[in-house]
């Protein structure tokens, strides 16, 4: 049985992961340049290069041996083989999954008793599982480690000597590794919303060492987002259009697709969606340019607009002198939304922004949620228990009393709602949410069976932008915290959820598709805003407004009654 078919039908667990001192938020792939199709990169000097077998070693031991060497793909997993007879090293699929486990000291290798003259034996290692990537090179995990078991096949070949004759697709890596992304790394297709206006990241684990631009081209033009993004995002390869070859041709910088017949029949958009989809899918390798071709022919494709989902690097904030963006210890002030609330008819709690600021949801000490615009505050919804409000590019503002989960209202521009839009049917509680910057999926902090969970849902809409529904049917669940104070997206790939860590508070840099990273941050801070760079993180608590774009949080400001979130476009 292959890991990929095991793999399905087992349940997962995401591990917590900790920072180095020196680590800086969010999680980000690695940035290298690609290999042409016939190339394979062996790794640095510095690389772990595992031991073979050798002559004499025990049924446990090859296998041990094989798990060890599997971490290395230099040579196409080449050491790996070599635990291998002929027959299944050229079966094997080393990059066909990931097994994530605790680790060595959680790995149990049993065999029954052999006798001296066998020639067959099964291994079953036991193992604490973490997570998995499946063959698709989405990553999935689950609120505990789960004990599984994966069968290895061995017989004596011709010298006496054991070799595996069967043995799991994919390869088993502890935690930590993994983590290090030193074999498996993330990289982010990207999809269009619904309307056309911003790219979506879909993050897949795929082997570093192979040709992994190729990987990435085949992922995205033949095959499909994950699941729990249906609804939420589209692309331009749909219909007859498919990959000519299945290799990427890389010639330094710029990357060449060939596709097929039905690509030369193609309209303008739609050819200029398809290089935009494949250049910012694979930037992340170093490709600066995509060229299309048809049997060798160029087809001249454009490049798509896809609006920027960056954040105002100053933080937006009110104190005691008003309200705007603060900028060498001054205050900087927006007109139309400043004085509003300035002269607010009551304390304000919570502040979400679109970007430029103008026009911000602000929720009141009363619970009261208000739209301020052009100078104007209108009362949006006055429903008790409400959580603070969330805003998106497409100007809606989100709201939901804490203890109604199935009543989420998406407020327009003109202050009307949309039908209520249902979240988590088994939730009790929702206690915190916040909107992609591409409007495309709704992070959630709910309460549900006693337990706090972090899901991420895609979000429906029509072709202005209009919220229709929530996919919180098929959620990707990507955090179960011991509880989270607040939550807000740090980058496109990337959800920060404040928790707490015994008696300390401590951020998570939650990838949406990946583990997470922990770092410390200080006791007060009571909400987090991102920042810019995408490695940078606001934290406000008590007065006390920090910025922590490295080790260590940087005091900003001390008169600071409200962070506001800059959230939409």
Partial sequence: MRIGRILRGAAVALALLGLTACASLPVTGDVRPGLAADQNDGGSDLAFVPQGPSDGMDPKEIVRGFIDAASSPKESWGIARQFLTSGEAQKWKPDAGVTIDTGSAGRRFDLPDLPKDATSASVRLGLQQTGIVDETGAYSGTPVNRAADLPFELVKNKDGQWRISAAPDGIVLDADSFAAADVFAPYELQYFDPTWTYLVPDVRWFPKRENTASRIVQSLVSGKPSSWLTGAVRTAFTGDIALGRNTVTLDSQVAEVALTNAAADADPVTLARMRTQLERSLSGLGVLQVKLTVAGRDLSAGSAPASSTSVDPRPLVLTDKGFGYLAGGELVPIAGVSAPLEGFPEPITAIRAATGAQRVAVQGASGIVYAVTDGRTDEIDTRPGLIPPTLDPFGYIWTVPQTSPS???????????????????????ITAMAVSRDGARLAMAVSANGQVRIEVAAITRDDRGAPTAIGVANPNVIAWPAGATDIAWLDDATVGVLTTDGSSMVLRAQQVGGPAKTVDVPDATQSIAPASPTTSVQLFGNGVLWVRSGP????????????????GG
């Fill in 407 to 429: 009543s989420i209202l998406a407020w327009s521009s003109l202050g009307k709602s949309q039908p209520a839009l249902a979240g988590p049917a088994d939730a009790g509680q």
């Fill in 552 to 567: 260590t949080p940087t005091q900003v400001s001390t008169n600071v009654k409200v962070l506001a979130v800059q959230l």
